[in-house]
Structures are given as C-alpha cells and as structure tokens.
C-alpha cells in the first residue's frame, strides 16, 4: 500500500483480506523548523562559497603561475580561458554540489538517493525530455523578448546592461574554442558541470525542502524557481531562467530522477556552446549569441506577438509535461518520495504508525 491511495482503495484491500494497511501519522511541525532547515542549508552555501573561492584561486595560480591580483582583468583575456573555465568549475562545484550534499547527508542516511540519484528511468522518458528542452527553448526566448520590454528606469537599465555586457565578455573569453578538443572541453565546464552541480542543489535540495516547507508542489517549484534565477544575476535573463527552473521542477517532481533533470539542464546548456562553437569556426562570435532569445530569436517583436509566442509555448508544454507525467507513472516514479523519513532525518519528529 502506497500512502498515495485514497482512503476507499485502503477500505478495498482490507475488506478482500489484503495485508493489514497502516498509515503514517505525522506532526505537523518537524523538530527543527523548516526556516531553520533553510538556514542551515544557506550556511552550508556560505562555507562552500569560501571553499570553492580558495580553491579557484589555487587552480588559477597553478595554471597561470600568478595571483589573481588582476583578476577581473585577466578573465576577460582569451589566453586564460581554459584557467577561467575550471575556475569556474571548482567555484561552482564549492557553492552548489558540497552544500547539497552534506545537506543531504544530515538529513538522509542516503544522501545520492536523496538528491534523486536514482536508475528508474524509460527511453520514452528520455525523448520527452529532449522534445520539452526543444520547446522549452522557444519558450525562453520568447520570455527573453518580453524580458526586455518591461518598462524600468533609465539608471536601473544602464547598470543592468552593463552587467549583462561584463557576463558576456567573460562568457566571449571562455568560449574561445579552436580546436574540437577546446570545444569538448567547454562543453564539459560550462554545460555538464553547471548542469550536475546546479541541479543537486536546487532540485535535490531546495525544491524538497521548499515543498515540504510549503505544504504545496507548486508553491514549492516556483520558489526554487525564482531563487534559482536570481543567482544567475541577469535582469534581462530572469523569466527565461525562472521558466528554465520551473521547467525542471517539474521534470523532477514527476520523475523522482535527477539524471533527467541533468540531461535537461546540459542540453539547454550544451546547445547555447555548441552554437557558440560553430560561430567561432566562421569567425568573431556576436555578442547577441549571448542573448536570452537565441537561437530562435533575433530581431524584436511587438508586445502582442511576443506574448502570442509565450502563450504557444506553454501550451505546448502543457500536454508533454502530461505525457511526461504519465510514463513516469507508468514506471512507478509516483510511489517514490526521495525526501527525508523519520528514521532517518533528525530534524523531523518521529512517525506513529496506526492500523486501520
């Protein structure tokens, strides 16, 4: 008996002389708030950020045989690209994957499981999330076209532009790929690491958190959402970004599997480099291959096609995210729950277990 079964399907099984159901009773308040929970996750992020940042200077000392007094300066030179992109690597790993995993740890004697590190998992499964990523896509730039259209103050718009200017140099600098090994290695550092580390963290970790915190699935995802694109710290960038997270959410929540929600997050990733590849071998890379509404975007559109687009493109997610929902079902993801049991989460209160 699953605890997802209505209190009738329970009644059934008994009265046919099934295996006497019990059910979970639990407190409704954990031994140590959810807001406290939160906190300690958050400090784990600090030390990891501490972490990682004296670990990416050793690597960029090692690798450029300097320190990084000039460092702001020097990311943005070509000629220590493959030093910026494991800096950003070990950085990365530091601020998301460490404070997710020993997270998981206090809280799960099975931290990878946890996280959703899990086997269960169908090749139609797989094929929906490439199609969703393809329409996810179009979607972010349709979102990244509206972005842009929201009215803020001339002062605010400056600074935003500039920070966007000062990510994509940095971003122009590491994308410097001549080579099919350069761009092999990019891939790697920029889209399958980011991928792992970020999902562990706001999937594995937040989300979890956040819907047992909230009581509500879609509360829930689109917190870890909104948080999840306010660390990329890009105005111009937010909505696709929050789209992005809720995109992933969800594949998760239905799945119980962070391989897919991996899967999804590198090939969004995986396609913005690889056309950053395939620029570099016809010359200079433009700046506007940055922007949040490429690939399928690049000129402006009107406020009304624009939000046409963005109605399009939730209405097609909409039935994938069924038919996503539906074979993960169908492979028994919905009887699993990843999160913390009593027995083994210290910061819960213990489960009564009562027979009907």
Do not use: C
Request: proline content about 4%; cysteine-free.
């Amino acid at each position: 008996m699953h605890l997802e079964e209505s209190p009738e399907e329970i009644i059934k099984q008994y009265v046919a002389g099934d295996e006497m159901p019990t059910v979970s009773i639990k407190n409704n308040k954990p031994a140590v708030s959810y807001f406290g929970q939160f906190g300690i996750l958050i400090g784990m992020i600090g030390a990891g950020i501490i972490v990682g940042g004296l670990l990416s200077v050793l690597v960029w000392m090692m690798m450029t045989g300097s320190f990084p007094a000039n460092i702001e300066k020097d990311l943005l030179n070509p000629a220590f690209g493959n030093a910026a992109k494991l800096m950003q690597l070990v950085a990365s790993f530091g601020m998301f994957f460490l404070p997710a995993f020993f997270y998981a740890m206090l809280v799960n004697k099975k931290p990878l499981t946890h996280l959703g590190f899990r086997s269960l998992v169908s090749k139609k499964q797989l094929l929906f999330v490439v199609i969703i990523v393809l329409v996810g896509l179009f979607l972010s730039g349709a979102l990244g076209e509206l972005n842009e259209m929201i009215p803020i103050s001339k002062k605010w718009a400056l600074k935003f532009h500039k920070w966007e200017d000062e990510y994509s140099d940095q971003i122009m600098a590491m994308a410097n790929m001549k080579t099919f090994w350069d761009y092999l290695f990019t891939l790697t550092v920029i889209a399958l690491a980011p991928a792992i580390f970020e999902e562990v963290l706001f999937r594995g970790g937040f989300q979890q958190l956040f819907i047992k915190w909230f009581g509500n699935v879609w509360i829930g995802i689109i917190v870890t959402s909104i948080l999840f694109s306010a660390v990329h710290v890009s105005y111009y960038g937010f909505l696709p970004r929050a789209a992005l997270g809720i995109i992933l959410g969800l594949l998760f929540y239905y799945s119980k599997n962070i391989w897919l929600n991996i899967l999804a997050h590198f090939l969004n990733n995986g396609i913005a480099v690889t056309q950053l590849y395939a620029m570099s071998k016809n010359g200079k890379i433009p700046k506007e291959a940055l922007e949040d509404n490429m690939p399928f975007f690049s000129g402006s559109l009107s406020v009304l096609p624009t939000i046409l687009l963005v109605a399009a493109g939730i209405f097609a997610l909409i039935p994938l995210m069924r038919a996503f929902k539906k074979e993960s079902d169908r492979i028994g993801a919905n009887t699993i729950d990843n999160t913390y049991t009593a027995s083994d989460n210290p910061f819960e209160n213990e489960t009564v277990a009562s027979s009907i």
